[in-house]
C-alpha cells in the first residue's frame, strides 16, 4: 500500500491551515491498516487519525504517520419492529450520509444535517445539533485496534458518550457506565459507523430556531425532510461554510455550571442566556458569553471570531497560497478568549477541536 510523504494538508482540514503530513496513508478498509502493521517501516510508527478534518487544529506539520480515512459504503443492514439500522463507512461525509438516509425513507438524522466532517469522526465527539445527539441514533460502530489489527465492536455504553465527548478522545483510564474502561484516543480507527433510525419516528423540535420556522412558515408538524430543510437553512444564516471561509466549527463547549453559579451570574448580568438541564445543572451559551465579552468579528493575525456566531473562530486568510492564519494565531486568539471570557464571568471555557 501506499505511504504518501510531504503531503499538504491544507485540504484537509476544514480551517485551512497550512501544514503537511510527513506521511499519510489513505485507508478503505481494515486491511489497509493490517498492511501497515505488517511493514517493517510503518507498524511500528506512531499514527494519527484524520477524518474529515472539521473539528483540528494544526499548530505545524504532523510528525506521526497520518491515516486519512477513506473507508466507502452506506446500506441498509436489519430491519426490526421498531428500527432501521443502516450502517456508513467512517470515509462517508457526513452530510451525504443523512441526505441520503431521507432519500432512503429512513427519518432520525435530520436534526443534524450539514454538520461537516466525516461519519468516522462524528462518534469522537458525539456530534450533536438542534436537540439530537449522535448518542440518540447511534447502533454500534466497528473499530480497529491500531497496535494489534483486531477488529472489534463497540456499543453505545462502551463509547462513553457525553457532550462532545466519547471513549475516543480519552487516554488512559476513565469512568464509564460499565466502570472503569480504556480511553481509545490514539489508540483505535473507526472502520464502520451503525444507526438504528425510528420507525416510529417523532419530530425534535425544541430548539428556538426551529420553533421560528414554525412560526415563519405555519407548519406546526413538519416532515423529517421539512425539518432537515429547515436546519440546512438556520446553519447556512449563522455558521460560515468551511468550503468559503475556514473553521471548525464551535470551538468552545457550553459550559455548565451550579444553579448557584448561574444564579450569581444572572445577578450580574441579567441577560445571560441559559438552559436548565434535567439532572439541576445549568447550561450556559458559551457564544453569548464570548459576545458579551465584546470579542465578534475581533481578530488575532489572520484568525478571527465570525461575526455571526461568536463560538465560531474562522481563517480569515484566502488561505490558497499559504496567507491564511497558523494553527498558532488561533490558539493565541483562543486563549485571549479564554482569559476575557474568565475574568468577567469566572468561567473557563474548554475548547472543543482537538490541537495538533
Ligand atoms: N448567542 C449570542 N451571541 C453569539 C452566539 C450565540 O448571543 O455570538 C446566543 C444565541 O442568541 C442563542 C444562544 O447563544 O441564544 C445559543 O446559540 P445557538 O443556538 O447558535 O447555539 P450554540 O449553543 O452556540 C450549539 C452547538 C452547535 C449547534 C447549535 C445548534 C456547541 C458547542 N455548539 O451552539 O454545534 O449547531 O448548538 O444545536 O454545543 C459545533 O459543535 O461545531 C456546532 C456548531
Known amino acids: ?89 467512517a470515509g462517508e461525509a457526513w452530510h451525504d450520509f443523512v441526505t441520503w438516509t431521507l432519500d432512503q425513507g429512513y427519518p432520525g438524522l435530520e436534526n443534524m444535517a450539514l454538520i461537516p466532517g466525516t461519519v468516522g469522526a ?60 480504556l480511553g481509545l484516543k490514539d489508540r483505535a ?30 407548519i406546526q408538524q413538519p416532515t423529517a425532510r421539512q425539518i432537515y430543510n429547515w436546519v440546512c437553512e438556520v446553519r447556512r444564516a449563522k455558521l460560515p461554510d468551511p468550503n468559503v471561509i475556514g473553521n471548525a466549527g464551535s470551538f468552545f463547549k457550553n459550559p455548565t455550571v451550579t444553579p448557584e453559579q448561574c444564579a450569581d451570574i444572572i445577578a450580574r448580568e441579567p441577560k445571560v442566556v441559559h438552559y436548565p438541564l434535567h439532572d439541576g445543572s445549568v447550561k450556559l451559551a458559551a457564544g453569548w458569553l464570548i459576545d458579551a465579552c465584546g470579542w465578534k468579528g475581533k481578530s488575532v493575525g489572520q484568525a478571527g471570531v465570525y461575526d455571526k456566531q461568536a463560538l465560531v473562530l474562522v481563517n480569515r486568510g484566502a488561505g490558497v497560497d499559504g496567507n491564511g492564519a497558523t494553527g498558532g494565531e488561533v490558539m493565541t486568539l483562543a486563549k485571549a478568549i479564554q482569559t476575557s471570557v474568565y475574568e468577567r464571568f469566572g468561567i473557563l471555557l474548554e475548547s472543543e477541536p482537538v490541537v495538533v
Open 1 to 89: 500500500m501506499l505511504v504518501e510523504k510531504n503531503v499538504p494538508l491544507q485540504a484537509f482540514n476544514t480551517f485551512r491551515i497550512v501544514a503537511k503530513a510527513h506521511a499519510l496513508a489513505r485507508i478503505t478498509s481494515e486491511a489497509d491498516v493490517q498492511a501497515l502493521l505488517a511493514d517493517p517501516t510503518w507498524g511500528p510508527s506512531p499514527t494519527f487519525v484524520l477524518g474529515g478534518g472539521s473539528n483540528i487544529v494544526l499548530t505545524g506539520d504532523v510528525k506521526p504517520l497520518v491515516l486519512k480515512v477513506e473507508v466507502p459504503g452506506r446500506r441498509l443492514v436489519a430491519e426490526t419492529d421498531k428500527h432501521w439500522v443502516v450502517e456508513a463507512g
Open 122 to 181: 462524528a462518534p469522537v465527539q458525539n456530534v450533536g445539533a438542534y436537540g439530537v445527539e449522535l448518542q440518540d441514533r447511534f447502533e454500534s460502530l466497528d473499530a480497529i485496534d491500531l497496535q494489534t489489527g483486531q477488529v472489534f465492536t463497540l456499543n453505545a455504553a462502551q463509547c462513553a458518550f457525553g457532550y462532545r465527548d466519547s471513549v475516543f478522545k480519552h487516554g488512559g483510564a476513565m469512568p464509564t457506565a460499565g466502570g472503569q474502561s
Open 189 to 218: 480507527l473507526i472502520l464502520r459507523v451503525r444507526f438504528a433510525l425510528p420507525k416510529a419516528w417523532k419530530p425534535v423540535l425544541g430548539y428556538a430556531d426551529l420553533e421560528r420556522k414554525m412560526l415563519e412558515t405555519g
